[in-house]
């Protein structure tokens, strides 16, 4: 049984910054993509960054490049989505999800496990 389990998320300022956690269990952490979703109330879930097994080969969605950083720890089993200059459009629930696709993928359905989601709220 797979486990994801995230953390870090709440309100936080405009401009300011955020890391969220996703503990992984269940499956041999190192060996699988890793990919960070969002849902924003009244919207599709959709895309925001993935990193490979080797923490190689990293894609962004292009509303969080040279913000966001996605990065891994495979002794911890612990993917992270470093959150900065943060804005009130990244407001939204945030998933962590594993997939067995060795290129980079940014559709939902090419992953095969996801966590409960984190909240994320960006307000002055």
């Known amino acids: 049984q797979v486990q994801l389990v995230e953390s870090g998320g709440g309100l936080v300022l405009p401009g300011g910054s955020l890391r969220l956690s996703c503990a992984a269990s269940?499956?041999?952490?190192?060996?699988?993509?890793m990919g960070w979703f969002r849902q924003a109330p009244g919207k599709e879930r959709e895309f925001v960054a993935t990193?490979?097994?080797?923490?190689?080969?990293?894609y962004y969605t292009d509303s969080v490049k040279g913000r966001f950083t996605i990065s891994r720890d495979n002794a911890k089993n612990t993917v992270y989505l470093q959150m900065d200059r943060v804005k009130p459009e990244d407001t939204a629930v945030y998933y962590c999800?594993?997939?067995?696709?060795?290129?980079?993928?940014?559709?939902?359905?090419?992953?095969?496990?996801w966590g409960q989601g984190t909240q994320v709220t960006v307000s002055s």
């Open positions: 999800a594993t997939s067995t696709a060795y290129n980079a993928v940014v559709i939902s359905e090419a992953y095969d496990y």
């Open positions: 269940g499956r041999t952490f190192s060996s699988y993509r």
């Open positions: 990193i490979s097994w080797a923490g190689t080969n990293i």
